[in-house]
């Protein structure tokens, strides 16, 4: 799949685009020279590793980010999915969209891509499970693809749903989840700059995997609000409920954010395991930031909110 780009680096000019892409290469969410304007995603990156001034954290391995998987429609071990999902077809796709909106229907991804702005943006991402990687993203934002739809203003949450596919996914043929995966955000949290739809990573197309062709980003919180393989969009004036929070509401949230202070009731939420080159039980433990770090972000939108029971 070839990602064709109209936009081009220099024709961002508003000044206001260009404070806020600032802010974003400070805080190390964006790469200087991150906004792709070739056209497709077989280019070169800059080299992270030793790129302090823009990345954060150390980036993880791409082998690690490859073959240690949370994707259950391919198994429930983290390395059966690297061994399995190469039996899903991600080649043509259609995403449907509808619900509250104006946009209706099928449409293609490739078409629909070619509409949006592609950059990449170096994302810590922290599972519930309490481990976490840094992975060079490339995407295109989420607030992009909703004005595109254009939803009503009854339109108050964002739904997906991945592939159900029995043959393609042989994890959907067991009842580990009710299929197909689900998640939701609200409106707001859809339209955070930071909200990333996801097309790359390592500067590469997304492997099967990691949930290709298309799936979301939200770094702000568990990763699990991350769901994979999309071909579903919905707009909804009601909040809808997520695969984990149907599974184990007590344990699983709607809003996921990433929060030291709110335990899981199996296990502490204050420190995580940062898994960065070669995976082993041993890689340092850090502890985990409100917000996974993107306080400045997003901190703003639950204002006033109880985050101990809007976990
Ligand atoms: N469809 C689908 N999406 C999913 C999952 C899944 O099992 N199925 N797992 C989630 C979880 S728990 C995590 S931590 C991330 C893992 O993404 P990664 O394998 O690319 O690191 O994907 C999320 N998205
Ligand atoms: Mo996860």
């Known amino acids: 799949?070839?990602?064709?780009?109209?936009?081009?680096?220099?024709?961002?000019?508003?000044?206001?685009?260009?404070?806020?892409?600032?802010?974003?290469?400070?805080?190390?969410?964006?790469?200087?020279?991150?906004?792709i304007s070739g056209s497709s995603l077989a280019l070169t990156l800059p080299k992270h590793k030793n790129n302090s001034k823009f990345v954060l954290d150390e980036l993880t391995t791409e082998k690690d980010a490859t073959t240690y998987n949370n994707f259950y429609e391919f198994g429930l071990s983290k390395s059966a999915p690297s061994k399995n999902a190469d039996s899903m077809k991600t080649e043509p796709?259609?995403?449907?969209?509808?619900?509250?909106?104006?946009?209706?229907?099928?449409?293609?991804?490739?078409?629909?891509?070619?509409?949006?702005?592609?950059?990449?943006?170096?994302?810590?991402?922290?599972?519930?499970?309490?481990w976490s990687m840094v992975i060079p993203w490339m995407g295109f934002k989420l607030a992009d693809l909703v004005k595109y739809c254009q939803p009503s203003n009854a339109a108050k949450y964002v739904y997906f749903e991945t592939l159900y596919d029995p043959k393609q996914m042989p994890g959907q043929n067991g009842r580990s989840i009710p299929w197909p995966y689900r998640e939701g955000l609200r409106m707001d949290e859809a339209m955070n700059e930071l909200t990333l739809m996801t097309v790359g990573m390592y500067g590469k197309k997304l492997p099967n995997q990691n949930g290709a062709p298309l799936r979301l980003i939200v770094p702000w919180k568990y990763g699990f609000k991350g769901i994979k393989s999309i071909v579903k969009i919905n707009f909804l004036d009601k909040q809808p409920i997520n695969s984990w929070q149907a599974i184990a509401p007590q344990e699983y949230g709607f809003y996921a954010n990433v929060n030291p202070k709110v335990d899981h009731p199996r296990w502490s939420q204050a420190t995580e395991r940062r898994i960065t080159g070669g995976f082993s039980l041993f890689n340092s433990r850090i502890k985990t930031q409100m917000f996974n770090g993107y306080g400045d972000y997003v901190a703003d939108m639950y204002k006033g909110m109880d985050l101990a029971k809007f976990y």
């Open 1 to 35: 799949m070839k990602f064709k780009n109209t936009h081009k680096d220099h024709e961002v000019t508003d000044e206001k685009i260009y404070q806020s892409r600032r802010q974003l290469i400070k805080a190390g969410i964006i790469g200087g020279a991150s906004v």
């Open 93 to 130: 796709w259609t995403i449907q969209i509808g619900g509250l909106c104006e946009k209706q229907g099928k449409v293609d991804l490739e078409k629909l891509i070619s509409n949006f702005q592609l950059e990449e943006r170096v994302y810590r991402m922290r599972c519930v499970e309490a």
